[in-house]
């Protein structure tokens, strides 16, 4: 789990990192949030270095590229928290299907409002698996990938499991989210 942590920490500085760093999770719940909160420790803003620490006393040190929005605003303790979900899926299809045309794959950037930075960002992405078990009350579909891992996801259509069965081979397009705000402390 902290090296997930570190490593959600990181894709706030490196967006271009966003998708091979949430590709690392290896096994994901129904409507899974991971949530951890850090404490600015040090600033270096001449080279756009944050130093941020756990309750625990872990510390990380990320750098923030220009694309992090406000960096003049960070402040020694304000409070850091990032919140990776990974839940619903859009949509399942025979394998080889067109996605989607909300999958294309890009990371949408939805910046906070206010004088810190914050953002959420999202990607749809589409990947053929297969279906290991289906609950059509959650709905949700547990699946196994071909490199060994599983996932279970909630559906947001109950009828997109209308005629799949446990051992099929399907296409299935999701969401990954990362939301990252900054409070100043005491608040």
Not at 25 to 39: H, I, L, R, Y
Not at 72 to 93: C, N, P
Not at 137 to 147: L, N
């Amino acid at each position: 789990m902290r090296r997930v942590l570190t490593l959600l920490v990181a894709v706030a500085a490196l967006l271009t990192a966003f998708t091979s760093i949430v590709s690392a999770q290896k096994v994901v719940s129904q409507g899974t949030a991971v949530t951890e909160t850090f404490t600015i420790v040090a600033i270096d803003s001449q080279n756009r270095l944050v130093t941020l620490k756990d309750k625990d006393g872990f510390v990380e040190l990320i750098y923030a590229g220009p694309e992090v929005q406000r960096f003049d605003a960070l402040k020694v303790g304000d409070k850091v928290t990032f919140r990776y979900h990974e839940s619903i899926v859009y949509a399942i299809q025979k394998p080889g299907a067109t996605p989607l045309a909300a999958s294309a794959g890009g990371i949408v950037t939805v910046r906070n409002p206010g004088s810190k930075p914050g953002a959420t960002l999202s990607q749809q992405m589409t990947a053929t698996v297969t279906v290991q078990t289906i609950n059509l009350k959650i709905p949700s579909v547990t699946i196994a990938m071909d490199d060994g891992n599983w996932a279970s996801f909630k559906v947001e259509n109950k009828k997109n499991l209308d005629g799949v069965k446990a051992g099929d081979r399907v296409q299935i397009t999701y969401t990954q989210a990362l939301a990252i705000s900054v409070q100043a402390p005491g608040k």
